[in-house]
Structure formats: structure tokens, C-alpha cells
């Protein structure tokens, strides 16, 4: 499922009415200094509990299992050049200068932090690049370290790029509350009556020990009140939306360089929830509640550890095991995935084509549950004729 970028938004925002005016002020300050994606599309936080600290990602949450290296380059030829270290003349920009390899563990000194590998490949056709990051929306301090916050080649490739594509662009970020309020949230209590009578109770019994958050997801249509939850259980992992990759990418690319740009309009983003209809809104969120709060949060912090390996393919397949496991309705389930990740993984792509030129380098960062299996972004660049190889 997609990032549910403002959905998250929405969550946080109203955990504590004292805290919107601020929470605004600090977002349009972080908007200014490159931060901006963060608590987007991983910024909704509400009425949480308190014992509940971080979520993962309605992306596609594909999520995957296996957690192997990045998929090895095609055999039989040199891999596609990378900017990083040694690097093409382009990598060498003014005010860039790439961080030392890391001289890990030593007996005299003291362990080096390293950055997450997270999935980045490298797609070329002929002089024309796309570099392709996977992101997590939330993250751990630990995933960047202050001194060098990503990989080299990831460092280099960015510098050497006149374009970020995001999935939305920051300006669109900045407004994506009012869309969700305007389209996921009732003026009354309205959805006990759309749901059936058994799933209205579960979800109350799940949410009993908070009737604030229970108040307020009353008020909710389906598919936010499911974005809502799984918000909950990933905010329990301990993950922050400070430290989603988006935000800390921005940090470094709006030092160096400056266009970015997004994959899709918002109004495309929130029609791919809003569009749905109500049995698959239903499906959502009954495929929320299958399973208890420490199973979700044991689900977010496995999406987190593949996503630290840095291998797409291995995270597809883990959300398509994980996606068939909670199913209510199969037929149902797979329209789902084909509204808010295929259509859309489609469109990135198109999006691509028509940013990226000769000798002109793009940058895309997009959730990691985008990227992997037969139907991610990564197969669709090599049906558009693009060889793709990991780093």
C-alpha cells in the first residue's frame, strides 16, 4: 500500500489539538531547510496511544522476506559507472567531495556508524541515467550517521544529478493535509455505519484503551481509519518520521544542488485511496486487525531490517507472502495492490522517462515497496530498454 503521505500527516497532527499550530510552524521551517518530506509521507501520527511511538509505511507496505545482498549486476558485462569515489568527471562537482571509505572496527579506535545500505540502483539506456533509491518514510537515527548519512556511490550519484524526483514534491506536501481532511474525514461520526458490524467491533476493541483515538477514528472513512491504524503500530516500533530517508536526502541535495521535483500530482496520490471502493476500503482495514499490535510492530521492524540490507526483490517478495497471508478476500486484496502500488509504480515510471535526458542524470527516491518484483519500477525500467544494476 502507498505511502499514505498525508494520511500520516493527518494521524500526528491530531494527536493533541495544542500541538497543530506548532507542528505547522515546524514543518514549513523544515520545508526551508530540505526536511519537508519527512513527517509527510510518514507524518501522520493522531490520537495515538501512549505506549505507541512510530509507523511504517501504507506504500505498498509490500514488505519482503529474505534478506539477501543487493541483486548481482548482469553477468557478461562491466557494471553501469557510478559516481561515487572514483568516479565519472560528473561526479566531480564543485563543494562535493565524497566521504572517506570507512575504516570500520579498529583496536585503537572507535567503531565507525554506517549508513544503511538501503536498495539503490542504477538504471542506464545508451547516455541517459536514472539512479533509484528505495526509502523507508520513518526511520532510526542510526540508519544515518551524522558524518555520513548515506553510502558513497548513493552521495555521488545524488550530487551528480540536476533532478530529485520524489514521489510528491515538497510544495504538494505542504498542502496534503487539507486533501485529507477534506476527503477521509467525516463531519460526523460516520464510520461505525459503513462498516459491518463485526469489523466495527474488533477495530473498537483494538483501539479500547484509547477513547480519544477512538473518538476521533469514528469520524474517519475507511481506507484513512486503516492508513490510521497501521500508523499506530508502526509508530510501537520506535521509528521517527525525522529520520525517513525523503527528509534526510533533502538535508544533503538542498546544500549541494536544488530542483526537486515529484513522480505524481497530489490529487493523482489521494485519488488512488479515495478512488477505492467501499468493499476494498473494507478490506483495508480488516486486513489491519488480523493481527495483534506486536505481530504489526514485529512486521515494521522486519520491513526494517531488509530495508537496512538493501535488496528490493527480497522486500517484494516478503509483502507478496505477508499481503497473501492477511487477505481476507484475495480477488479484493489484489485490486488493492494494483490501485495504490501498480497503477502508480506505472506512473512513477512514465514520470521518469520524461525527466531524465542525455548526459543529464535523475536522482528518484520512492518507498522501497515500489521497487522490487515483476510488477516494480525496477522490471518496468528494463522493459523501457534500461539495463539496472544494484550497488
Not at 505511502?3 to 505547522?24: E, H, K, L, Y
Not at 514520470?351 to 518496468?380: C, D, E
Request: aromatic share 6%; charged share 20%.
Amino acid at each position: 500500500m502507498p505511502d499514505g503521505v498525508a494520511a500520516r500527516r493527518f494521524t500526528r497532527r491530531s494527536r493533541d489539538g495544542g500541538r497543530r499550530a506548532a507542528f505547522a510552524r515546524r514543518w514549513r521551517a523544515r520545508a526551508l531547510t530540505g526536511a519537508a518530506l519527512a513527517c509527510s509521507v510518514f507524518g501522520i501520527g493522531s490520537v495515538l496511544p501512549t505506549s505507541m511511538t512510530s509507523n511504517l509505511m501504507p506504500i505498498g507496505l509490500a514488505q519482503a522476506a529474505g534478506a539477501a545482498a543487493n541483486a548481482p549486476g548482469q553477468a557478461g558485462r562491466p557494471a553501469a559507472p557510478l559516481p561515487s569515489m572514483p568516479a565519472p568527471p560528473r561526479a566531480s562537482l564543485p563543494g562535493f567531495n565524497p566521504p572517506p571509505a570507512s575504516p570500520g572496527t579498529t583496536a585503537s579506535g572507535p567503531v565507525r556508524q554506517q549508513p544503511a545500505r538501503m536498495p539503490f540502483y542504477v538504471a542506464t539506456r545508451g547516455t541517459t541515467t536514472i539512479y533509484v533509491l528505495g526509502t523507508l518514510h520513518v526511520g532510526d537515527p542510526a540508519d544515518y550517521p551524522a558524518k555520513q548519512p548515506f553510502r558513497a556511490p548513493i552521495l555521488g550519484a545524488l550530487a551528480a544529478s540536476p533532478t530529485l524526483a520524489l514521489e510528491l514534491s515538497p510544495d504538494e506536501l505542504l498542502v496534503s493535509q487539507d486533501d485529507v481532511s477534506k476527503y477521509g474525514v467525516c463531519r460526523r461520526d460516520c464510520l461505525p455505519g459503513l462498516l459491518p458490524e463485526p469489523l466495527w467491533r474488533k477495530l473498537a476493541f483494538r483501539l479500547r484503551g484509547n477513547p480519544a483515538a477512538l473518538d476521533a477514528i469514528k469520524k474517519m472513512r475507511p481506507w484513512l481509519a486503516s492508513l490510521v491504524v497501521e500508523t499506530y503500530d508502526s509508530l510501537s516500533a520506535g521509528l521517527q518520521t525525522e529520520y525517513g530517508t525523503e527528509a534526510q536526502l533533502q538535508n544533503v541535495y538542498i546544500r549541494t544542488r536544488g530542483k526537486i521535483v515529484g513522480l505524481e500530482t497530489l490529487p493523482q496520490q489521494m485519488r488512488a485511496f479515495t478512488g477505492l471502493s467501499l468493499a476494498q476500503q473494507r478490506e483495508m482495514l480488516a486486513q489491519d486487525l488480523v493481527q495483534t499490535p506486536a505481530e504489526n510492530v514485529d512486521d515494521v521492524r522486519t520491513l526494517h531490517r531488509l530495508w537496512r540490507v538493501g535488496d528490493a526483490d527480497a522486500i517484494a517478495a516478503w509483502q507478496a507472502a505477508k499481503s497473501e497471508k492477511l487477505a481476507r478476500d484475495q480477488r479484493i486484496s489484489d485490486s488493492i495492490d494494483n490501485r495504490i502500488v501498480y497503477e502508480r509504480n506505472r506512473r512513477f515510471v512514465s514520470r521518469m522517462l520524461l525527466i531524465a535526458a542525455p548526459n543529464k542524470p535523475v536522482f528518484v527516491a520512492i518507498g522501497a515497496l515500489h521497487l522490487g518484483g515483476r510488477k516494480g519500477v525496477l522490471q518496468l525500467l528494463r522493459q523501457h530498454g534500461f539495463i539496472v544494476d544494484a550497488y
